[in-house]
């Protein structure tokens, strides 16, 4: 396979191109309805391929319907993190001296297995964290996506070994030094794994960002101990469901450990633990700059690939498409209820057309249907747990003390057991708190400005780096923007979403600043880099 045979999964693209969506829309549904009669049972963990149980459980619902019981997990303890890491060690001896080919054949297995499922696991997902079936199936194809690239990635670099021989030289000397003569040598020019990776997954994307990082580290010859998010806004299910699908895949026992549990025992075994050399991770700049903080205090050196969120703006100039840009700013501040790192929360808008933009802005919104996220006509679905509310509660609380609230700001009632809320515009300045705290919901704040550089800058100046886009007709603000936007990700005059929906092999999802680490993204010939270490071995004759 070469990458120009790599094709992304695009479901829902070739379902709406062959005149079908009838046909995707019964799949997910009798998805669902599977789902429903195979929910709420009690699992258990996986060590080594065994299950293994805890002295205590953990109860997850669906944010959709909290009177809906996902199922009852192992709360896993420091105790089951070290069995763990001491089976990914195990395997480790092992697994890092599978031929790479045999390691592509397992993944490219798992492509197929996730391609099989995909309507089973986009309904699990919906259910699980509440996404509609438009996002979900998205995910899913995301983690195909994946497996695929990751796998072509290796194949086509067979497996990042390269051979140079130098010169051979029949003259004798008394003495070596740099550059002397000598017998010819075979230099063999290795990127090899690393060891154990602890790979700690979000909420928001559990199967696609789950299966990401996982494949990063498992195709490159390490062993994974994977714990999925397990308190407060739970995703274990699925994660479950990653651990089934690459057992069935071929995958050999313990290379991948699957551990529910506190990031407080779990997370943190896996950050102090000598026997673990990396740690994949995506979730909030606090938890992930304490673990690099954590780690080099015990000076433990752990390969890091993290991703830390976003405060992501748009600028929309007076030059710009208005109709565009209305509606490329709502799918990105309100796709998935603004629950994504990469999801829009800062506008800058010229003065000139700030009014007729709002304004068209908001009617948009006006059109996007909240609730349950099962059912296709809803766009927007519910909040992912009670606190998520209570942080929303309080940004609307402030937004009346320091800004204008423009639309939105209210729950909404439905029958559901639920945090159903209106997406939130308003006007604020830009040193509010608000336009520089990562808030994961909902609310959009508008800025206005006068000065293309001027707005420029103001988008650069938070600690964040990750995504941004741009409105306009006018080459030189494109060049403008091109080069000075502090930002991973950018996206010029995109209708579809001017923050969100980067895809594999397409683009590639990177975090600058406080938003990543390695300064290498996902979906990327760089990724699986991050998780190898290059060994030069030289043979002489």
């Known amino acids: ?196 990776f602890g790979v700690i997954a979000p909420f928001n994307f559990p199967i696609s960002i789950s299966s990401g990082m996982s494949i990063g580290a498992m195709i490159t010859g390490n062993t994974v101990v994977f714990k999925p998010s397990s308190t407060d806004n739970m995703t274990m299910l699925t994660g479950l469901r990653i651990y089934q699908l690459l057992k069935e895949s071929g995958l050999p026992d313990g290379v991948f450990n699957f551990i529910t549990g506190p990031g407080s025992e779990v997370g943190d075994e896996l950050v102090v633990n000598k026997d673990v050399s990396g740690i994949a991770f995506t979730g909030s700049y606090d938890t992930g700059i304490n673990m690099i903080k954590k780690s080099l205090n015990l000076g433990l050196q752990k390969n890091f690939v993290v991703e830390m969120g976003g405060k992501n703006p748009a600028i929309v100039s007076k030059h710009a498409d208005i109709e565009k840009a209305v509606d490329g700013i709502s799918s990105a501040a309100f796709g998935y209820t603004g629950q994504k790192c990469s999801a829009l929360s800062r506008v800058y808008v010229h003065s000139s057309i700030k009014e007729i933009f709002i304004s068209k802005l908001i009617d948009k919104v006006r059109t996007f249907h909240i609730g349950d996220p099962l059912k296709k006509t809803n766009y927007i679905g519910p909040l992912i747990s009670e606190n998520a509310y209570i942080r929303y509660v309080e940004s609307i609380n402030k937004i009346k003390r320091s800004g204008s609230l423009l639309y939105g700001g209210n729950r909404i009632s439905t029958q559901l057991n639920g945090y159903y809320v209106e997406p939130v515009v308003a006007e604020l300045k830009n040193d509010d708190e608000l336009v520089h705290n990562e808030l994961f919901l909902p609310i959009l704040a508008i800025i206005e400005f006068d000065d293309f550089n001027k707005a420029i800058e103001m988008a650069n100046n938070v600690k964040y780096g990750l995504t941004a886009g741009l409105y306009t007709k006018n080459k030189n603000e494109i060049k403008e923007f091109s080069n000075k936007i502090a930002a991973g990700v950018v996206y010029i005059n995109r209708a579809t979403s001017a923050t969100t929906g980067a895809v594999v092999g397409l683009h590639t999802f990177v975090g600058w600043k406080a938003s990543g680490f390695t300064g290498k993204g996902s979906g990327s010939k760089y990724y699986l880099q991050q998780f190898m270490r290059e060994q030069s071995l030289s043979l002489t004759k």
């Open 1 to 196: 396979m070469s990458y120009s045979k790599f094709k992304n999964e695009f479901t829902y693209k070739k379902f709406m191109e062959s005149n079908n969506e009838v046909e995707f829309d019964r799949l997910f549904d009798d998805a669902i309805l599977r789902l429903k009669k195979n929910i709420g049972s009690t699992y258990p963990m996986y060590i080594s391929g065994k299950a293994i149980n805890s002295d205590s459980l953990l109860t997850e619902y669906s944010p959709i319907d909290k009177n809906i019981m996902i199922g009852r997990f192992q709360c896993g303890k420091r105790e089951h993190a070290k069995m763990a890491i001491d089976a990914a060690k195990k395997a480790f001896d092992e697994w890092h001296l599978v031929d790479y080919k045999k390691r592509v054949e397992i993944f490219k297995n798992f492509a197929v297995l996730l391609s099989t499922n995909k309507f089973d696991l986009a309904a699990l997902l919906s259910l699980e964290n509440g996404k509609s079936r438009y996002e979900s199936i998205g995910e899913v194809d995301e983690a195909i996506d994946f497996a695929n690239y990751y796998a072509n990635d290796v194949e086509t670099n067979k497996g990042y070994i390269r051979k140079n021989i130098s010169d051979n030289s029949n003259i004798k000397i008394n003495a070596g030094f740099q550059g002397a003569p000598g017998a010819s040598e075979i230099v063999n020019i290795k990127l090899l794994p690393v060891g154990v």
